[in-house]
């Protein structure tokens, strides 16, 4: 860390103690807009013959979300979150979150999550889901849900992007992506996110997406400025 | 004459001989290199049975002679067995295992792993390992747990209670059907136990291998389950859920007593098997009468039945 902004948080510290000052002196932003180039592949309607009950819930068929786009070519559910450069872990969220099985189709697609922060999941349908998520590294477990039963309050303990699936209607696809940081957002609607409270310092900045990987970019806060940081995504023909 | 052809069978053998080097020689020649081995650590984990302490170290012999053809060196179902297998075998690096007494997300305890090496896992290649002494056997437990970090800072989970077994009545049979209907179990085991229901045939399991649901009519009388074959273990199955493939644990989801009721169910469904839960269906003429709800919930939509069948 360069000495003037060295000082300057030790000013910080000893004027306003983080735990006394819910806001940061120097804390810069870093936001922007996620988009894709290129003709994504065609999301397929989803099939609900087989489950009665939620296909009355959709008028028209829904489609895969592997890839949801929005206007201006935006590519949304990518989870924007500081990679490294950070001082700390960060807190763990104190609001809750929810993960809500309605219509056979998981709300939201994406959870983004910090380590051990708890999330609800709840079943608002009509027929038993099974929630089963598939982590490689955190501890997989597989819980009937009956339409209802009491949500379950699950967490996870390690950094990973868990897919998660319900075994009795194989169309059912989402994500549970735990985070190391607090610094997280997942891009919606026109393909924006922003990243808030960044004290001064060097940043890698990592975009997530399910189907088109990952890309990284370095940035530097040096005060109360926030940062212009776009990523774009070549689409992928299937 | 004779001189002459022991000659010719002489040559004759000695160019078969080596023709046996060369076809060996071009078969190495296609073999690929595949570098050194990375080095296998037998850390010094333990296993309590009983009054049995198992020793990781004293099974490595036993482990190489009859276990690293399916589950492989380093115990990630990479045997060279494996390709030929379906179901595949486990694969001890992940530590998920199907056959517990404890909760899905958890260890197994060391008397399930226990149980499960000797009675081998029917209708898989996995055989019934009764021929190992006792203490052998929890030596291999121990060994089991040397693949896998999770054993070294992770207990194994609590075993579930299971409360005493009611009687075996139609009423049981007849809750335990209506449950079964309610918990739509027969989205995969189809609403006679055969396992064609509507989700069947998409089934995968954790590594994505297509994998089907038990069939329950099937096998005579002695069929069995692949994690035991009492009521104890049926109950075990849907309450601690089989971790690894898509049969998920009700354990949040059913009572203890109205999983009894369950069990009962179920083992009409095996329609070959005598046993008593048969015997009170046969004494019912073989109908299952409607369940009587003491306590009515809400009735479950109309189009949530399985299709011609179920109540």
Redesign the interface.
Known sequence: MRPKPMLLALLTLLVCPSMMCPSLMFAGTVSGKVTYTGTPAHQKPIDMS?E??CA?QHATPITTETVVSGPDNALENVVVYVSAGATDEGQVPSQAITYTQKGCQYIPHVLPMHVNQEFDIVNDD???H???P?P?VN????????P???P?HKKYDKAEFIPVKC????WMHGWFVVLKTSHYDISKGAGDFKLPDLPPGKYTITAWHEDYGTQTADVTITGNETKDVNFTFKAKAY | MRFISAILFTAIMGLVFAAGFAVRAVAQQDVPEVGPLRPLVVKPMESHIGNITGHAADAKYDYRRYCVGCHGVYGDANGENAVWLDPKPRDFT?A?FKCRSTL???LPTDQDLFNTIGRGLTNSNMPIWNTFTKQERADLVAYIKIFSP?WEHEKAGTPITIPPEPPITIESISHGKALFT???CW??HGPHGEGDG??AS??TD?KDNPIRPYDFALGGNDSRFKCGSTNQDIYKIFMT?L????????A??IQPNDAWDLVHFLRTLQVNRHSKENEVLGAAHGVIPPYVDKNP?PAA?A??KPPGGGQ
């Open positions: 087989k009665p009950s009355k009509q027929t038993s099974n929630i089963h598939l490689k501890i997989e477990w597989n819980l009937s849900q009956p209802g039963t009491a379950y075994n009795i209607h194989p | 992940i998920t899905t997300g958890t999770r309610k918990l739509e989205k995969c509507p989700s998409t089934l954790s859920g971790d690894g493939t898509p049969m998920p644990s009700f949040d989801v919930a939509p189009d949530n």
